[in-house]
């Protein structure tokens, strides 16, 4: 393989690929936040369209949405998408139909006392939500929101059926050119493994932060010893478990 196909294709196909991740995701992280939220809403005519779009967007392939905005809404609409804007907005709005279950589900799986507390203390539903619940739902979404992106990593691989110069466009190119095929695919399978592990690597960060925010991050702890409280600290738990509730 020649310096050429790197400088060429290879590295700007990485560079497509990278972007199409992040703008991807931050798109369908917008469409999970707004459908899973409003997933919960006492209204039931909210709640049923929000459940129509999240069946629409997840029985559909992804792909075939990715032709439609690139080759069928120019002739039937007259409105004409870049391939990459077009590949962003499908991937967005699939991904997001799968995120905003992850959403709704980690919204109702906060405690019901939570709530009732925050509303015990007069808070608005805006503030219950901002400063109660999604404080404590935020780092149960991650570890599924992770998976998610990896898929959606590997989902970029699409694009290349609308002419995308991304990571596979960039190697079926390479090997038409220099007829490589086993060295160019193999390469191509470790480099989306390495974005893959970088990316899980941040988002496991990103968890033990929001973890850290709401108390919940693991104490790093030895075997378990027994110890023998001094006086003062016997006499201060003491205290802690009667006016904190220890006695129901």
């Known amino acids: 393989m020649t310096a050429g196909l790197w400088e060429n294709w290879l590295l700007p196909g990485v560079w497509i690929t990278i972007q199409l991740t992040l703008y991807s995701a931050a798109f369908a992280t917008v469409v999970a936040f707004g459908i899973g939220l409003v997933r919960n809403s006492p209204l039931w005519i909210v709640r049923f369209l929000s459940g129509v779009y999240v069946e629409i967007f997840r029985g559909t392939s992804a792909l075939v949405l990715m032709f439609w905005l690139a080759f069928v809404m120019p002739l039937a609409f007259q409105w004409q998408l870049f391939p990459m804007w077009a590949a962003v907005l499908a991937l967005g709005l699939t991904y997001g139909a799968y995120g905003s279950e992850i959403v709704r589900g980690a919204v109702a799986s906060v405690a019901p006392a939570q709530q009732e507390a925050a509303i015990a203390l007069s808070f608005s539903p805006a503030q219950r939500m901002r400063r109660v619940i999604l404080p404590q739902a935020i780092p149960e979404m991650i570890p599924p929101f992770n998976n998610l992106l990896i898929e959606l990593l590997k989902g970029t691989a699409l694009v290349s059926a609308v002419m995308v110069p991304d990571i596979t466009f960039s190697a079926q190119l390479s090997r038409l050119a220099t007829g490589e095929s086993a060295e160019i695919y193999s390469l191509i399978l470790v480099m989306y493994f390495v974005l893959a592990f970088v ?50």
């Open 199 to 248: 990316l899980t690597r941040l988002m496991r960060l990103l968890e033990r932060r929001a973890k850290a925010g709401i108390g919940q991050f693991p104490e790093k702890r030895g075997p378990l010893v027994t110890r023998k409280l001094s006086p003062s600290k016997e006499s201060a738990q003491s205290s802690n478990l009667i006016t904190g509730g220890g006695v129901q």
